[in-house]
């Protein structure tokens, strides 16, 4: 999985490195830790042909210029867990990545993302990290929206002990560093809702209120630019799911080419 706007590449994922299953380096690059989901327990998940499950996308939609996708699945093998994954997306603009993690016992959760090899980034502050785009006046500024602490940050690169992290393979039997940035917790009921923005580089952005009502599935993400509410509503309703967005005035999309702990 991965994502390119503005005629570059930001998220990526390992590659392939080699066909020889046994080899380290392609162990990793197959790895849960490699792509940008959520590892649990630093375990892989299960590639048991049982435990297959499809595409897992319950629902998706467009309106007011941001699109929307939700996948749904229990990872039964190892971790009983259910998995609620939404994407929300304003080309040109963001990408808001909302994770929810729910099982019986309590896990170690690692909400890991995996970013092109020529950004460079420097943490912003206890929530968030940043990297400028190369030749523009633009910076991708990556932040959670949890509460500050509810998660921890580590950002990664080319990391060799105590096991491979932060690299990626773009030709055959070659790994090259590049940073990987995951956001760490423990619990049995986890909310991860984490925005990647496309802005100048003096912007600032700050965390809104961010709520998750867990009877409807019902949610609430609002941030702060420069000073200026933005975000969304996502509702489920009888006919289906919808996004109801929340933006700063003169703000425009380009037209693509529960809680908190």
């Excluded at 930001?10 to 380290?24: E, F, M």
């Excluded at 096991?163 to 909310?191: C, F, M």
Aim: glycine share 10%.
């Amino acid at each position: 999985s991965g994502w390119a706007e503005r005629g570059r590449t930001h998220l990526i994922d390992g590659g392939r490195y080699t066909y020889k299953y046994d080899h380290p380096s392609r162990q990793y690059v197959e790895s849960t830790r490699a792509h940008n989901t959520v590892e649990i327990d630093g375990r892989d998940f299960s590639r048991y042909n049982q435990d297959a499950f499809g595409s897992a996308i319950v629902d998706g939609g467009e309106s007011g210029g941001a699109f929307f996708v939700e996948a749904q699945l229990h990872r039964k093998r190892f971790f009983d867990t259910h998995h609620r994954r939404i994407l929300v997306y304003r080309p040109g603009l963001w990408l808001t990545v909302v994770d929810h993690l729910t099982s019986p016992e309590p896990h170690d959760f690692a909400q890991c993302f995996h970013f092109d090899p020529e950004l460079e980034f420097q943490t912003t502050s206890g929530r968030g990290i940043a990297a400028d785009l190369p030749q523009t006046g633009a910076a991708l500024k990556v932040v959670s929206l949890a509460p500050l602490g509810a998660v921890t940050p580590q950002l990664i690169k080319g990391q060799t002990e105590p096991r491979l992290q932060g690299w990626t393979s773009l030709a055959a039997n070659e790994l090259i560093p590049n940073y990987a940035l995951e956001l760490k917790t423990r619990g049995n009921d986890v909310l991860y809702v984490t925005l990647l923005a496309l802005t100048d580089k003096g912007t600032t952005i700050q965390p809104g209120r961010t709520v998750l009502d867990d009877v409807t599935g019902n949610l609430q993400v609002r941030w702060h630019i420069d000073g200026a509410e933005e975000g969304f509503d996502f509702q489920e309703t009888q006919t289906g799911r919808t996004i109801n967005l929340i933006q700063r005035t003169g703000t425009t999309a380009e037209k693509p080419g529960k809680r908190i702990r």
